[in-house]
Antibody
Framework: QVQLQESGPGLVKPSQTLSLTCTVS??????????WTWIRQHPGKGLEWIGH???????YYNPSLMRRLTISVDTSNNQFSLSLTSVTAADTAMYFC???????????WGQGTLVTVPS | QSALTQPPSASGSPGQSVTISCTGT?????????VSWYQQHPGKAPKLMIF???KRPSGVPDRFSGSKSGNSASLTVSGLQAEDEADYYC??????????FGTGTKVTVL
């Protein structure tokens, strides 16, 4: 069973950088059929696609976050990471990492990690 | 990319059926047979229930079914059970490696 686990600080100060890492286990991380995704959910709200990356390093970003966003991959450690700069209270959300594929979208999800940016 | 439109809420009594719609455009739902549905219980991560419009992952009960017509997709939950009470989200491929989620529907079992 594919497993994903998010890690990173739960509290980030305004204007600083939010950095999260997702560790993947029991999966073929370098299978080109899959991509690795960050999705967030604001408190009490719906799901928002942040972006995703293939093991090759090819990335796709949500246009609304593109200027502040970097997603990177570390194939040697089966990890991928999210970096979101200049955060504000509007970036307070539960952040999920997932595996996805072209026709399915996200299939396996991490449990999520709550990141709070105080106003 | 605009979110797909879902009704905010739906409900049914145990044993009944409930159907949730997911409306997009020809650029997403209507353009691809790549619609997925997710179930999310409070405080939990979403769980994949349907993919490629109507396929069920292993372990998902056949009470869950999906369909699509034009720019709209639907999820039907038959024989409602208490544990089906949750939020449900659709997700569609939108071309050029883009994906878009629905606004979400809260299903209540009366």
């Amino acid at each position: 069973q594919v497993q994903l686990q998010e890690s990173g600080p739960g509290l980030v100060k305004p204007s600083q950088t939010l950095s999260l890492t997702c560790t993947v286990s029991h999966a073929s991380f370098t299978n080109a059929a899959y991509f690795w995704t960050w999705i967030r959910q604001h408190p009490g709200k719906g799901l928002e696609w942040i972006g995703h990356i293939y093991y090759s390093g090819r990335t796709y970003y949500n246009p609304s976050l593109m200027r502040r966003l970097t997603i990177s991959v570390d194939t040697s450690n089966n990890q991928f990471s999210l970096s979101l700069t200049s955060v504000t209270a509007a970036d307070t959300a539960m952040y999920f990492c997932t595996r996805g594929s072209g026709t399915v979208g996200p299939d396996f999800w991490g449990q999520g990690t709550l990141v709070t940016v105080p106003s | 990319q605009s979110a797909l439109t879902q009704p905010p809420s739906a409900s049914g009594s145990p044993g009944q059926s409930v159907t949730i719609s997911c409306t997009g455009t020809s650029s997403d739902v209507g353009g691809y047979n790549y619609v997925s549905w997710y179930q999310q219980h409070p405080g939990k991560a979403p769980k994949l229930m349907i993919f490629e419009v109507s396929k069920r992952p292993s372990g998902v009960p056949d009470r869950f079914s999906g369909s699509k017509s034009g720019n709209s997709a639907s999820l039907t939950v038959s024989g409602l059970q208490a544990e089906d009470e949750a939020d449900y989200y659709c997700c569609s491929h939108a071309g050029n490696n883009n994906y878009v989620f629905g606004t979400g529907t809260k299903v209540t079992v009366l």
